[in-house]
């Protein structure tokens, strides 16, 4: 004879949930300080012109965390998050800095001609004059 326990009263799914309800209290504890983080980070650059390394681990190890608490309580891992597993690790990132005009991404076009534009001219091209 089988053990058949409907799910409703299976005591470690009703922990699982009690597990689930302090992780969605955290993660939105943890969504205000990341707020704060952002913020502190865009005055720094605003003023300083350069970021602030430990903000930025924090940063990024909150955003990590938050995945981790995300997957656990859609049920894609079973591996709980910190304070049960250890906190993220963490990714070398680039220090940036407002002033870094080694800046890749930035292109300097002299002759603009090519570039299509969506503004009708300001003279008539057909040759015709415009009625007020």
Do not use: H
């Not at 990341?34 to 924090?58: A, T």
């Not at 995300?70 to 591996?79: G, Q």
Request: proline share 5%.
């Amino acid at each position: 004879m089988t053990d058949n326990v409907k799910p409703s009263r299976n005591k470690s799914t009703w922990i699982r949930f009690a597990y689930m309800l302090l992780f969605a209290l955290l993660v939105g504890a943890a969504r205000l300080v990341l707020f704060f983080v952002i913020l502190g980070q865009s005055v720094l650059v605003l003023f300083s012109g350069r970021d602030n390394d430990k903000l930025r681990d924090l940063g990024q190890g909150l955003g990590k965390w938050i995945y981790q608490c995300v997957s656990f309580m859609t049920f894609n891992t079973e591996l709980k998050p910190f304070p049960f597993a250890d906190w993220p690790d963490l990714d070398a990132s680039a220090v940036y800095s407002a002033g870094d005009e080694d800046n890749a991404d930035v292109i300097d076009l002299e002759d603009d001609s090519d570039v299509p534009s969506f503004v009708a001219p300001d003279d008539d091209s057909d040759g015709s004059e415009k009625k007020s």
